[in-house]
């Protein structure tokens, strides 16, 4: 009785956040200057009063973020009627914790570390050994929210491709490179919280990232070729 027609839109404003956050992420990825080494307190200062590509970076990786979680929950939210209704809540409630820490890690990242970097160019020498310890606490902090905010968003991802698979709204292959996009996070984001932003934690971030990208454009180019669905 209550069921009309879905605004055929949805699909391409679905599509176009997956793919503009794609490639946002990394872009912004490409610009940090801090992806070398980023636990090396003194070339952080360096790089951060030198370079200031750390504001577009931050802003770029928040904006890809937010948009890649957006357009899957907009096709996440066309699910609720299904046999995938429970897990499309569960996704929207650890997507929408994935954006909260993501963008906790943003704030921590660009702000605070560059309000230190700012109080060094003029501090004496007794003040920098303080704000050198204090750059370790910030990281401390830092690296928490990257753990938190790579195994929230792995959580996410992994909970859409069950939701996806029970209503049928992607093919099993996709299902399958989507987990294993997301496992790769998981992985990553227990790597950071156990040694930080080591070597380690990058090799077992990178492939699940790359892995998501991917299945992140070809789940907006199924969503482009889908017919609208009735409520």
């Not at 928040?62 to 899957?72: C, P, T």
């Amino acid at each position: 009785m209550n069921a009309r027609p879905r605004p055929r839109n949805q699909a391409g404003v679905s599509s176009a956040l997956l793919i503009a956050g794609a490639v946002l992420l990394f872009v912004g990825t490409l610009l940090h200057p801090m992806h070398e080494d980023p636990n090396d307190a003194l070339r952080a200062f360096g790089e951060y009063s030198a370079d200031h590509n750390w504001l577009f970076s931050h802003m770029a990786q928040l904006a890809g973020v937010v948009a890649m979680v957006a357009g899957m929950l907009l096709i996440i939210g066309r699910l609720f009627d299904g046999p995938a209704r429970d897990f499309a809540l569960l996704t929207i409630a650890f997507g929408a914790a994935s954006l909260a820490a993501a963008a906790a890690l943003q704030a921590v990242d660009g702000i605070a570390l560059k309000a230190m970097v700012d109080a060094w160019a003029v501090a004496d020498d007794a003040a920098k050994a303080s704000l050198f310890n204090a750059t370790f606490a910030v990281r401390q902090i830092e690296i928490g929210f990257a753990a938190v905010s790579a195994v929230l968003l792995g959580l996410t991802v992994l909970l859409a491709n069950i939701a996806f698979q029970q209503a049928k709204h992607c093919p099993v292959w996709m299902s399958l490179l989507g987990s294993a996009g997301a496992v790769g996070v998981l992985i990553g984001g227990v790597a950071t919280a156990a040694t930080g932003f080591s070597d380690v934690a990058m090799a077992a971030n990178m492939p699940g990232s790359l892995v998501l990208l991917i299945w992140v454009v070809l789940l907006a180019l199924i969503e482009l070729k889908r017919k609208p669905v009735e409520a």
